[in-house]
Structure formats: structure tokens, C-alpha cells
């Protein structure tokens, strides 16, 4: 199983239907775990998903409307029972400090999380960690809402076909990634020679927004971008009086960002289920890479790392 993946909770806007919850999106990142925009009956979801709230380390809301949030109280609370004993960092829109509160004591519980609030106010970076950072942009939406973006730093793989010709071998890996040089047999090696660039793999989130330059800039360079497209193209004017996307604008944003793979969701319940091949192809013509519809209960990898090194060229957007 990757040790990178998007746990789908749900996939519906605004009211769930027989066959999408509300939305919910658990990113499985190494030991880390980022539960996106937690809506009704997420903590049921994940029971069948077979995640567990232990597994949470970051909730990052884009705003609160209730199909975004209205599951939050829940899962709260089922992390205090579970006695979850480390850290969660919860990202929202800083306007929303006040209904955070009431979400957060919805209801009588002994709360025992170490629940640390970083609220979002304007755009830029909102943690910090070694190995990654998260990164919020406000988006263009009728109450103030963010997107999210997971940046893991770049770095050198080793190549064991130079290791071996340098004879290097055992701890003396270790020693020359330390110091960045080793004498080995009368010559000094370096740790460029044996290694090559590892571009660090990225992850953006762009729920409820009409098409704007802070969507792109999310997507930039992403492997994966998830994504809303609550409307099809032909419902564009819906799209943009109720500050949405359409699966054609979502294809959009990926391609002018350079991502790899673009995962739909939020989808409007005007739609039956089997329109879905529909909102996919609608992506799809506007964005080469692969397109995933996501439904409820979904596991998507996040794809292997790029195997190139190299910024890809950089592309000009517009708003329509």
C-alpha cells in the first residue's frame, strides 16, 4: 500500500446524496495525516474507509460552509475518546475564528486533543515542518475560503551503480550524505557525484472557488491536484454566480499549472451518478494529463515521483 494517498470520504456539495456523502479527504502523507474539509458523517466514513482518527495529525478547512466543516464536531469529539495523545494542527480562514469555536464545543465532552488552531489570514506559508511545508491562498468565493497546498522540500537520491564504481559501500553511505565528501581510494568523492536531484512532490487542494489566479498558483507543479467541479461546462454561469468551478475550468487549472494528475470531486446533485463520465471527458479536453473522477471510499495514489530533474517551463494563465 503507498505510504502517499488520497483516502476519498466523501465527494458531494452542498446536500449528500443515496450514493456521496458530504466531502472529506484524508491525505495518508508517511506518518502524516491531512483531513481535508470534513463534512457530514465523516467519521462514519471513515469507519468504512478502515482509517482512524489516530491517523489525523493536520485538518485544514477551506471554509465554512457546512458540507466543508459540519462533520468537524465528530471528529473531535471521537479523537478525545480515542485519547489521540499527539498534536493536530487545525488550518481554517482566520474570519472564521468564531464559528471554529462553536463547531469545536458543539457539544459536551471532556476535550482532551492538543488542538493547535493556526488560522489562516491571507495567503502564504501555515506550517512549517523538516521534510514539508503547507502553504494557503485565499480563493474567490462567496464567504472568505482558502485552498491548501503541500510542498515536500527537493533533495538527492543516491545511485548505487556510482556508489559501487567509487567503491563505496556500508556506513561509508552514510558518512559521505554527512559530510558531503569522502576520500575513498586516493580521491575525494563527492556527494553530487553519487546522487542525482529528487525533486520534492507537491499536493494542492482547490475546493469551493470561481476560476482565479490563486487556483493555478496552488496547482503549480503539483502531482496531484484535487479539486472541485461542481458544475458542468454547460452550467458555467451557475458556476461563477455561486463562486464554483467546472470540470472543464478544473482541467484548466491543471493544465496551466504543469500537474501530473487532476482528481475531481464536488459534484453538484443536479447530476446522476453516471454523469460522471461526462464531468471527466469535460476535464479531460482541456487537460492532457490523467483525470480521475473521484467517488466515495476511493484510494488514490499519489503518483511516483518525477524522475527528471528540472523546473518544468513556466505557463501563463488567465481568468475567463
Known amino acids: 500500500m503507498s505510504d502517499r494517498e488520497l483516502v476519498v470520504l466523501g465527494t458531494a456539495s452542498q446536500a449528500p446524496t443515496r450514493r456521496r456523502n458530504h466531502n472529506g479527504y484524508l491525505l495518508r502523507w508517511d506518518s502524516e495525516g491531512f483531513l481535508f474539509d470534513p463534512g457530514e458523517g465523516t467519521q462514519r466514513q471513515m469507519i468504512f474507509a478502515g482509517v482512524t482518527v489516530s491517523r489525523i495529525t493536520h485538518i485544514c ?3 465554512f460552509h457546512g458540507d466543508h466543516c459540519l462533520g468537524l464536531p465528530g471528529v473531535l469529539q471521537r479523537m478525545s ?3 489521540v495523545a499527539h498534536p493536530v494542527d487545525a488550518c481554517y480562514p ?3 475564528r468564531e464559528v471554529f469555536g462553536r463547531l469545536r464545543h458543539a457539544a459536551v465532552f471532556h476535550d482532551v486533543v492538543n488542538l493547535r488552531e493556526r488560522p489562516v489570514d491571507g495567503g502564504g506559508p501555515v506550517i512549517q515542518a523538516p521534510s ?3 502553504e494557503a491562498q485565499p480563493l474567490s468565493h462567496g464567504v472568505p475560503a482558502v485552498g491548501y497546498r503541500l510542498a515536500e522540500a527537493d533533495g538527492r537520491r543516491m545511485l548505487p551503480g556510482r556508489l559501487a564504481a567509487f567503491g563505496i559501500t556500508g556506513p561509508d553511505v552514510g558518512r559521505l550524505q554527512r559530510q ?3 576520500a575513498v581510494g586516493g580521491r575525494v568523492v563527492t556527494f553530487e557525484q553519487v546522487s542525482e536531484p529528487r525533486p520534492g512532490q507537491r499536493f494542492a ?12 498558483a496552488l496547482a503549480d507543479g503539483a502531482d496531484m491536484v484535487v479539486c472541485e467541479s461542481t458544475f458542468a461546462d454547460a452550467d458555467v454561469a451557475l458556476a461563477r454566480e455561486y463562486g464554483h468551478l467546472t470540470a472543464g475550468q478544473a482541467g484548466q487549472i491543471a493544465a496551466g499549472s504543469g500537474a501530473r494528475l487532476l482528481v475531481l470531486t464536488h459534484f453538484s446533485q443536479r447530476y446522476e451518478h453516471g ?4 464531468l471527466a471527458a469535460e476535464a479531460a479536453a482541456a487537460f492532457d494529463g490523467r483525470v480521475v473522477l473521484a467517488n466515495d471510499l476511493d484510494r488514490i495514489p499519489v503518483p511516483p515521483r518525477r524522475r527528471l530533474p528540472g523546473r518544468r517551463p513556466a505557463h501563463a494563465w488567465r481568468r475567463s
Open 61 to 63: 478547512i477551506t471554509h
Open 180 to 182: 558531503g565528501s569522502l
Open 275 to 278: 454523469d460522471g463520465q461526462r
Open 81 to 83: 475518546l480515542d485519547r
Open 94 to 96: 482566520a474570519d472564521g
Open 132 to 134: 514539508f511545508r503547507v
Open 205 to 216: 487542494f482547490i475546493m469551493d472557488t470561481r476560476l482565479c489566479d490563486a487556483a493555478f
